[in-house]
C-alpha cells in the first residue's frame, strides 16, 4: 500500500501500452498461423455424425412425392429427415419467417433444401442422399420484374402476411421505398445538360473462405449446443429455437472460428438444420458444406438493374435526379427490406441535389436467395451514379473530380431523406487526397530493364501480349454508406466486463457475443479495456449466447456498438473501482474526492498524472463484475410514400482512383493500382483499419472485373457454384492499394470513430470500370465487365 | 488400404482409407491435422498446401495412396522444418523427425469451447514467415493463412530475396478474401529482410 499515501507522477513509460490508436497485434495471431484455431469446420466429437442436405435440383417446382426408404436403409445412416419430420415451425427467416426449413410441397430455387441425412461417414451420408427419391413437378418460373408482374404471373408466396405486403405494388414484390424530395418536375425545367443511363450489377457472392459448418450437441436437459461460425449468435437462436420447439433457455450457442463472412452468415445455413438431426438421432451431429454447396447455402449480393436520369445547370450544379431501382431477392425475404430501405435513401450518392424522386424495390423470384452482403444495397446505387457522374462531367466538359467536388455534400448537408448530416462529411477532400497521390510509373512492364516483364501487362505470364494494343485508363469514385442497423431497428449491444487481480496483476476479462469473423474486432475490444481501464493483460471470452446479445457482424456496426458496449461497461467498472479506491484509500490523499480519476498504467492517477494507488491493492481479493447493454441513437423508419425520416445513424464515405491497363485486342484488364482515400473518424487500430480498406476494395475490384453469379435465365439455375467458375481476386489480380486515412471524429461516436469496413467496398466498383471507359472509350454499363464486353465479340 | 507417410518428421499409418480419400481428408480426421484447409476441395484456393517431398501442393488433389513413403509437411510442421533448415541439418522436404505436434483428432469440444483470445504468445516457436505474418497484419480470418504461409515459406526457401512479381507469381494459387493481398505482401517481404539480416 505504499503508493496510497506517497503520490509520485506517472511517466510516459508507464502509461497503459496496447490502449487505442495503437496497432496492437492480434489475439488470435498465433494459433490462426500455426493452424491450431479451431475453425467450425475443425470441430470433433467422439461418436459423431456427419449430416447432409439434399437439395432441389430445380427452381420451381411442385414435389410430388418423397421415398426415403432406401436412404434409411443404408449402413451407416442413422437419420433422414423431411418437412414431415419437423417438430415445431417450417419456417424461419431474418425479418420475415417466409423460408422452409425443408421444402414443404414446393421448390423456389436451385439447391433449396429438401431433406436431411446422419450418417456416421460423410461419404455415406452424401451416397444416401442420392438414394432418396424425390419426384418433382417443374413449375413457371419468375425470373425478372418483367415475369414476376406479368398478368397470371406464378404468385411465389401467395399466403404471405409480412407487414410490407399491405403497401407493397404486388405480391411479388417483397418492399418497394420511394424517397422524393424536393420537386423534380419544377428543376427539369431549370436543367441545361440531362444525361440518362441504364445500368445492371451482376449478382456477387462473398465467397467467404471458410465453408458454412457446424458441430450440433445434443444435451441432457432435452436441449442441444450448437457451435457454430455465424455473424449473430442471438438471431441464429431466436430463428432456430421455434424450430426445434425447444425455449431459447435450452439452446445454447457457441462462437466457433469464423472463415469470414461479408454478410454471407446473416442468414442461418445449417444451423437448424444440425440441431434437428442432433436431438432426432441422439448423437452429435457435424455439417460441413463443401464449396459446392456453400454457393447454395447462403444468400448473395442482390443484382440489379438501374434506370438513372440526372439534369444540371450549364455551370456544372447538380438540380434533380430521379432513379429507379430493382433488386432481385430470390425467393424468400432475407433482409431485402433493409436493402431497399438502404438502396432508396444512398441512391443519390455524396452529392447535394435538392429534387430527387427515387424508387427502390426488390422482387420475389426463383433466382438464388439474395439478402446482406458487404455494401448492402449502397454497392449497387454507387455504381450507376458515379457511372452518371462522369456521364454528365464529360457532357459538361469537366474534369470528373472537379465535377464531383463541386456538388458533393458536406456536413450539414441535407439526405434526401431530409436528414440534415451532423457529422463530418468530408467527400471533396477524399476525392482531393485520391486524385493527389503519386500516379504509378508509366509502362510499368519495361520497368525491369532490357527485358519486358510480361507478368505485369493484362494477361500476365498466358504472354498475350507484349504492349502492343494496351492502353491506360484513370478513374475516380466516391461513395456514401451508412453505418449500424437502420430505419429504427433497435441496434444494441451487450457487454460484461470484470477486473479483479490474477497472479499479482490486475486483468480484465471482456465476454461478448459479438462474433469475430476476421475483422479484428477482439484485438479492438481489448485495446478498448487498455484504454478505460489501464491494464495490460486483458482477455477475452469466447462469444456465445450465455451473455446478451451483440447484435450482427454486419453494416460496419461492431467496433461502434459492440465497442461502444465495452467502452461502456468498463466506464461502470472503473467508477465501481473508484468506489472501492476512495472506501479504502479516501482518507489519504484529498485528491480521491476532488479530482478526476483515471486508470492508466495498473494504477490509479489524478487527470493531472498523480499516482493515488495500485490497482492491485484497490481491489485486493475483490472483484468488480458489470454487464450492461448500450445503444447508438436511435434511428427512425423511413415515411412508405416519401422515404423521409432520421433513418440513418452515421455515414461513411471512402473513394478511390483507379488505374487500369487494358489489352483491347483481347479484352483483358489489369488493374495496376487502386488508391483509397477514407475517413474513418478515429483509427482504433490503424493496421486493421488499413487491413479492411485494402480487403473491401479488393472485394469491389473484383465485382468490376470478374465476380458473378451466373444463373441460367431460362431455368433459374446456377451455372458457376465453384471456385474454378467464380472467379475472386488472387494476388496476381490485385495490384497496390495506397490507402489514406483521415480521422475527422464523429462526436456522436465512441471515440468518434466510424465505421470502416464497407465504404470502400462501393467506390472501388466504379472507379475501375471508369478507368476501363477511360481507357477503351466504351460506355459499360454492367458489371463485372467481361472481356467480351471490350472485343464486342 | 493402408497408408505410411510422414508427417512434419514423424512416421505415421493410416488404416482403411478408401481409394478416393484425399491426403488433406487424412490429414483433417484421420491425423488430427486440421490446420490444413478445406475451402475449396478442388485445388483452386491454395487453403491445404503443404510439401510433398518439399513441392507444395493442394492436400485436396493428392490421393493419400500417393503418399506411401513419402514425407509431408503441414502448417503445423512448419515452425520445426524452418527450424532444422535454418540449422542446415535437411534439404528440401527430408526433414529429421519434428516434435510438438499433438496426435488427436480434429479439434475437441473442450478445446473449442476453452478458446481464449490472448495477447501473441512470445514463448510459441514460430518459423519467421509465421512471425512475419502476424506481425503484417496478414492474419484477418485466418482460413487461408495456413496454406499461404506454407506456399510463402517454400518460395522464401528458393528465393531468399523475391522481387513483388516473384511473390504474387507464387502465391497465385492462393485465394485470400479478407485482405486484398497488401499485407500478406509485406508479410512476405518482411521475412525475406528478417532472413537477410
Known amino acids: 500500500m505504499g503508493t496510497a499515501n506517497t503520490p509520485t ?121 442420392a438414394k432418396i427419391k424425390v419426384v418433382y413437378e417443374q413449375l413457371p418460373l419468375v425470373v425478372d420484374e418483367e415475369t414476376a408482374t406479368a398478368p397470371g404471373a406464378p404468385i411465389l408466396h401467395p399466403d404471405r402476411d409480412d407487414h410490407h405486403a399491405p403497401h407493397s405494388p404486388h405480391p411479388n414484390i417483397v418492399h418497394r421505398q420511394p424517397v422524393v424530395h424536393g420537386d423534380v418536375a419544377a428543376a427539369q425545367a431549370l436543367a441545361e445538360v440531362v444525361v440518362t443511363g441504364d445500368y445492371e450489377v451482376g449478382m456477387q457472392d462473398q465467397a467467404f473462405l471458410g465453408p458454412e459448418s457446424g458441430l450440433a450437441v445434443p444435451a441432457e436437459d432435452g436441449g442441444v449446443d450448437l457451435y457454430i461460425s455465424t455473424q449473430w449468435l442471438h438471431a441464429d437462436l431466436r430463428q432456430v429455437a421455434p424450430v426445434l420447439g425447444l425455449p431459447e433457455s435450452k439452446v445454447r450457442m457457441t462462437l466457433s472460428g469464423v472463415g469470414g463472412a461479408f454478410g454471407g452468415r446473416e442468414d442461418l445455413s445449417m444451423q437448424a438444420h444440425a440441431c434437428l438431426l442432433a436431438l432426432r438421432t441422439g448423437k452429435p451431429v457435424k455439417i460441413v458444406y463443401n464449396r459446392f454447396e456453400s454457393f447454395f447455402g447462403h444468400v448473395h449480393r442482390h443484382p440489379a438493374k438501374l434506370r438513372y436520369e440526372h439534369g444540371a445547370t450549364r455551370d456544372g450544379k447538380l438540380v434533380y435526379m430521379k432513379c429507379r431501382i430493382v433488386l432481385d431477392g430470390g425467393p424468400y425475404a432475407s433482409s431485402s427490406p433493409a436493402v431497399v430501405g438502404n438502396a432508396a435513401s444512398l441512391a443519390v450518392g455524396p452529392y447535394e441535389i435538392e429534387n430527387v424522386d427515387i424508387e427502390a424495390l426488390a422482387l420475389y423470384s426463383n433466382n438464388p436467395p439474395c439478402g446482406a452482403m ?100 484513370v478513374g475516380y469514385a466516391v461513395g456514401i454508406k451508412n453505418v449500424g442497423f437502420s430505419e ?58 450465455r451473455v446478451g446479445s451483440a447484435g450482427s457482424t454486419s453494416a460496419s456496426r461492431q467496433t461502434y456498438v459492440t465497442g461502444g458496449a465495452v467502452k461502456h461497461s468498463c466506464e461502470a467498472v472503473r467508477e465501481k473501482v473508484l468506489e472501492l479506491g476512495r472506501a479504502k484509500f479516501g482518507s489519504y490523499h484529498p485528491a480521491w474526492a476532488t479530482a478526476e480519476l483515471l486508470l492508466e498504467g495498473g494504477k490509479v492517477v489524478t487527470d493531472g498524472g498523480e499516482v493515488l494507488a495500485d490497482l492491485v491493492d484497490v481491489l485486493g481479493g475483490e472483484a468488480v463484475d458489470i454487464e450492461l447493454e448500450w445503444r447508438h441513437r436511435p434511428t427512425e423508419p423511413f415515411d412508405l410514400r416519401t422515404g423521409q425520416g432520421f433513418g440513418h445513424v452515421q455515414y461513411s464515405f471512402a473513394a478511390h482512383r483507379a488505374v487500369v491497363e487494358v489489352d483491347t485486342e483481347l479484352g483483358l484488364v489489369k488493374v495496376i493500382e487502386l488508391a483509397c482515400a477514407q475517413d474513418v473518424g478515429k483509427a482504433l487500430n490503424p493496421l486493421s483499419v488499413v487491413g479492411q480498406i485494402q480487403g473491401g476494395t479488393t472485394q469491389g475490384l473484383g465485382l468490376a472485373v470478374m465476380e458473378e453469379i451466373i444463373v441460367d435465365p431460362a431455368t433459374a439455375k446456377v451455372r458457376n457454384p465453384s471456385f474454378t467458375d467464380y472467379l475472386i481476386p488472387t494476388i496476381l489480380d490485385t495490384p497496390p492499394i495506397p490507402v489514406d486515412v483521415l480521422e475527422l471524429a464523429d462526436d456522436h461516436a465512441p471515440y468518434g470513430l466510424r465505421g470502416v469496413g464497407e465504404a470502400p467496398t462501393l467506390s472501388s466498383t466504379p472507379a475501375v470500370v471508369a478507368a476501363i471507359r477511360a481507357a477503351t472509350g466504351l460506355a459499360l454499363g454492367r458489371v463485372p465487365v467481361r472481356p467480351e464486353h471490350l472485343t464486342g465479340t | ?125 514460430l518459423s519467421p514467415i509465421q512471425q512475419a505474418f502476424i506481425d503484417a497484419g496478414a492474419v484477418q480470418c485466418g482460413f487461408c493463412t495456413p496454406g499461404l504461409l506454407v506456399a510463402a515459406d517454400e518460395l522464401l526457401e528458393r528465393n531468399a530475396d523475391p522481387t513483388d512479381a516473384d511473390i504474387r507469381e507464387a502465391l497465385s494459387g492462393n485465394l485470400c478474401r479478407c485482405t486484398g493481398y497488401e499485407k500478406i505482401l509485406d508479410a512476405v517481404r518482411l521475412a525475406a529482410a528478417r532472413q537477410e539480416a
Open chain 1, 9 to 129: 507522477k506517472i511517466t510516459q513509460g508507464t502509461r497503459t501500452k496496447g490502449g487505442i490508436g495503437e496497432s496492437t497485434l492480434r489475439p488470435d495471431g498465433t494459433l490462426k498461423v500455426t493452424g491450431e484455431f479451431a475453425y467450425a469446420s475443425d470441430l470433433w466429437h467422439e461418436d459423431m455424425l456427419w449430416g447432409f442436405t439434399l437439395r432441389s435440383p430445380h427452381a420451381h417446382a411442385r414435389i410430388v412425392s418423397v421415398d426415403i426408404s432406401e436412404a434409411l436403409a443404408q449402413a451407416g445412416v442413422h437419420a433422414v429427415m423431411t418437412h414431415e419430420d419437423l417438430p415445431a415451425a417450417k419456417t424461419y427467416g431474418l425479418e420475415i419467417q417466409d423460408q422452409p426449413v425443408l421444402a414443404d410441397g414446393v421448390v423456389r430455387f436451385h439447391g433449396e433444401p429438401v431433406a436431411l441425412v446422419a450418417a456416421d461417414h460423410p461419404e455415406t451420408a452424401r451416397r444416401a442422399a
Open chain 1, 374 to 473: 458487404r455494401g448492402f444495397g449502397a454497392v449497387q446505387a454507387c455504381f450507376a451514379y458515379e457511372a452518371q457522374m462522369d456521364k454528365m462531367a464529360a457532357a459538361l466538359g469537366m474534369h470528373p473530380v472537379e465535377f464531383r467536388q463541386l456538388n458533393a455534400m458536406s456536413q450539414g448537408s441535407v439526405m434526401p431523406t431530409g436528414q440534415i448530416v451532423d457529422s463530418p462529411a468530408p467527400v471533396a477532400e477524399l476525392l482531393r487526397r485520391v486524385r493527389a497521390m503519386p500516379m504509378p510509373p508509366e509502362q510499368q512492364w519495361l520497368a525491369a530493364g532490357e527485358t519486358a516483364d510480361v507478368r505485369a501487362l493484362p494477361g500476365g505470364l498466358s504472354n498475350t501480349t507484349h504492349g502492343e494494343g494496351v492502353v491506360r485508363g
Open chain 1, 488 to 545: 429504427g431497428f433497435d441496434d444494441y449491444s451487450t457487454a460484461r466486463v470484470r477486473i479483479e487481480v490474477i497472479a499479482g496483476e490486475p486483468v480484465a476479462t471482456v465476454h461478448t457475443a459479438m462474433a469475430e469473423v476476421g475483422q479484428g474486432g477482439v484485438t479492438v475490444h481489448a485495446q478498448i479495456a487498455r484504454t478505460e481501464l489501464g491494464v495490460t493483460q486483458v482477455t477475452i471470452n469466447p462469444a456465445d449466447t
Open chain 2, 1 to 125: 488400404m493402408r497408408v505410411t507417410f510422414t508427417v512434419n518428421g514423424r512416421p505415421q499409418e493410416a488404416d482403411d482409407v478408401w481409394e478416393g480419400e484425399s491426403l488433406l481428408y487424412v490429414l483433417r480426421e484421420r491425423m488430427g491435422l486440421p490446420g490444413s484447409k478445406n475451402a475449396c476441395e478442388q485445388g483452386e484456393c491454395g487453403s491445404c498446401t503443404v510439401r510433398l517431398d518439399g513441392v507444395p501442393v493442394c492436400a485436396c488433389l493428392v490421393a493419400a495412396g500417393q503418399c506411401q513413403d513419402r514425407e509431408i509437411v503441414t502448417v503445423e510442421g512448419l515452425a520445426d522444418y524452418a527450424k532444422e533448415r535454418t540449422a542446415g541439418a535437411c534439404g528440401a522436404g527430408t526433414c529429421g523427425p519434428g516434435a510438438g505436434i499433438s496426435a488427436g483428432i480434429g479439434t475437441g469440444i473442450d478445446e473449442a469451447r476453452q478458446w481464449q483470445a490472448r495477447p501473441t504468445d512470445e514463448s510459441v516457436d
